[in-house]
């Protein structure tokens, strides 16, 4: 790619590049292999290193996290294999019987703690995986998911996608995502809960109700949902390198949960789904609630929420700017680009564009002017932007007249 990018930020300009097929989705990296200080060098890693990030000290979210990645290492060990390769390790000891010269204790020693060295952990999975199938992580999620991907490959997998949220009607969404809120709002902090642990579960609404209509049983839904924030936070690449192990064990933790569909590809788009819908509508909620709260003042009353969400996704939208690369020489903005040009378009400034939006910078609920680019636009828009207004809506339904 060339090291070059330009900034769209008009109205129409950015639909012209959404519309264009000779703009494509870029690859998605994460941050460079880290520097000796970060994470700690090998040299570093001593006994609180080890403590700060165990299971066994973990509480909360961390917790749930690292015990999938344990449970997933574990899922590797057979324990039929490891009671044959116990056996054979002791046998290879006991032979040593003690000598005059050898302690008795020493070799009983090897042979209580030889459960400790079968098998080396880097057993437990291939070193590489086998090629026509890739283990599910981050890295078979993304190369597998409709969001990263061009051309034909992109209008099968995107077909999966409208087949999937086909059986999804916005209108139960929203019921659920409203009775969901309810259950959550009502099971207020009492005097043990943090106020922001209620209020992240009912931004996360959402996710539980997908999650639910996508088959995870009722009883892994927290557990899921926090695989999924895991998987969210990092999906978009720049993430640093202490953060894709857990979201490899994430992906496999929801594949698991989620049951594999025969077709490989149909199982990444369900999580897929989860996990494209849960930062952008968790910003949406949080946006659309603290923009409620400040215009209140304002309002003789408060308008009607579909309006409210609609105004908020132009004015706030959570996803403020999307990339694209030049796949062969174009032009942008009437200028000349070479193939490899990255282009970043900027939904946030076009949702502000004073050429398409009278008053752009109020928040004005209830308008009628043109469409905002809230979901994009052309070739690849939201498939899921009936769900997630459907899913939003729904949440404020009840958080707002709670
Ligand atoms: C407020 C919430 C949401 C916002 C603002 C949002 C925004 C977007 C945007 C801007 C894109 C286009 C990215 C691009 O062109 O590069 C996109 C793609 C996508 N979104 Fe959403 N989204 C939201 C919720 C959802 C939900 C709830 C689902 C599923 C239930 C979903 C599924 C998808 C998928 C699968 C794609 C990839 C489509 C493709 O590449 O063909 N989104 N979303």
Redesign the pocket.
């Known amino acids: 790619m060339s090291s070059r990018t330009v900034l769209v930020s008009g109205h129409a300009d950015v639909r012209a590049v ?1 519309d264009d097929p000779r703009f494509t ?1 870029p690859p998605v990296h994460d941050a460079a292999p880290a520097s000796p200080s970060s994470p700690p060098a090998q040299s570093e890693r001593g006994l609180a290193w080890l403590r700060s990030r165990a299971v066994r000290f973990s509480n909360g979210d961390e917790h749930l996290r690292r015990r999938a990645a344990a449970l997933d290492l574990l899922a590797g060990l057979a324990p039929p294999g490891l009671r044959a390769e116990a056996a054979e390790r002791a046998r290879a000891l006991l032979p040593v019987r003690p000598g005059p010269a050898e302690r008795p204790e020493a070799v009983s020693d090897a042979v209580v703690f030889a459960p400790v060295a079968v098998p080396p952990v880097h057993d437990a999975a291939p070193a590489s995986p086998p090629p026509s199938r890739p283990r599910p992580g981050l890295a078979w999620l993304r190369s597998t ?5 061009n051309g034909d490959r ?1 209008l099968r ?2 077909s999966v ?1 409208l087949d999937l ?1 086909a059986g ?1 009607a916005p209108l139960e969404l929203r019921a659920d995502a409203a009775e969901r809120a309810r259950a959550l709002l009502s099971a207020r902090p009492g005097s043990t809960e943090r106020p922001e642990a209620v209020s992240d579960a009912v931004v996360f609404a ?1 996710v539980a109700v ?1 999650g639910t209509r996508l088959g995870i049983a009722a009883h892994d839904l927290p557990t899921a949902v926090d695989a999924v924030r895991t998987i969210a936070d990092v999906y978009l690449g720049g993430a640093d390198n202490d953060r894709l192990p857990p979201a490899d064990a994430a992906v496999r933790l929801l594949s698991g949960l989620l049951g594999t569909d025969s077709d490989e590809e149909r199982t990444a ?1 369900r999580i ?3 996990v ?2 849960c930062a ?2 968790a ?2 909620l949080r946006s659309a609630l603290a923009l409620v709260e400040a215009n209140r003042p304002s309002w003789t009353r408060t308008p009607p929420v579909a309006d409210l969400v609609a105004e908020t ?1 132009r004015f706030d ?3 403020r700017r ?3 690369v030049a796949s062969v020489d174009a032009t942008v903005t009437g200028e000349s680009i070479p193939a490899g040009t990255e282009v970043l ?1 900027d ?1 946030a400034a076009a949702n502000r564009d004073p050429a398409v939006f009278t008053d752009p910078d109020r928040f004005l609920p209830g308008r009628t002017d043109a469409h905002h ?13 009936d ?3 459907a ?2 809506c729904g949440v404020l339904d009840t958080a707002l007249t709670a």
Not at 145 to 149: D, E, Q
Not at 373 to 385: D, M, Q, V
């Open positions: 959404l989705v998911a409709v969001r990263f991907s992109h997998r995107r996608v949220l999804l959402p997908l788009q897929v789904l989860l494209q819908s952008a509508t910003a949406l996704l939208p959570p996803a999307i990339r694209r378009l939904l680019l809230a979901f994009g636009h052309g070739i690849r828009p939201c498939p899921g932007s769900h997630a207004t899913l939003a």
